[in-house]
């Protein structure tokens, strides 16, 4: 049978960062205290712990030392779902965030490339949406010198066409429109 662990995060006065980290639900207070001791830089006698929620709130003062964690009421139930709630909510705002950028892009438009440590690209946006190998909103680039990875295709799913290693799928964030010098002077 399976060790019930808790997910815990410890917040110390004396330290900036708090300290996340699994134990075994039957784990006694004084146990965790004692695992504690160099994490929060103070002897078991001088801790005072306190069970909180996910967003601070005060729920009890732990002070049976022989009781465990489970019998103070440390569960994960809670700690889980608002993971699961937060983690799904912080997924679908930067899905629509991704969408938002990806729509002020068309097919066919000249484009830059801007990925970090790495030199501008050129070409023409060839996909822009949704797709199998990855989450999120990804633009298809057919690059105009062979600087891809691919011929539009990935894992066997064709999303466009170009020639062999002109192509490559970027995060809206890293693209910029495109603006001839000839459309320039035009300005």
């Not at 006694?28 to 929620?53: A, N, P």
């Not at 030392?65 to 679908?92: F, M, N, P, Q």
């Amino acid at each position: 049978m399976a060790t019930k662990l808790v997910s815990l995060t410890v917040t110390s006065d004396s330290r900036q960062y708090p300290y996340e980290k699994r134990y075994p639900a039957s784990m006694t207070l004084h146990e965790l205290k004692e695992k504690l001791v160099l994490v929060v830089g103070s002897s078991t006698e001088c801790m005072r712990t306190e069970l909180r929620d996910e967003e601070g709130k005060f729920i009890s003062s732990l002070t049976d030392d022989e009781a465990t964690l489970e019998k103070l009421g440390v569960t994960d139930d809670s700690v889980r779902a608002w993971k699961r709630r937060e983690g799904l909510k912080i997924k679908c705002d930067a899905l629509i965030s991704a969408e938002s950028e990806a729509k002020q892009f068309n097919i066919g438009d000249r484009c830059t490339v801007h990925i970090s440590n790495q030199k501008e690209k050129k070409g023409i946006i060839s996909y822009i949406g949704l797709t199998k190998f990855k989450d999120g909103y990804w633009i298809g680039v057919t690059y105009d010198e062979p600087f891809g990875k691919h011929d539009g295709s990935v894992d066997g799913e064709r999303y466009f066409t170009c020639e062999n290693n002109h192509g490559a799928f970027v995060r809206p964030r890293d693209v910029k429109k495109y603006v001839e010098e000839e459309e320039m002077e035009e300005i």
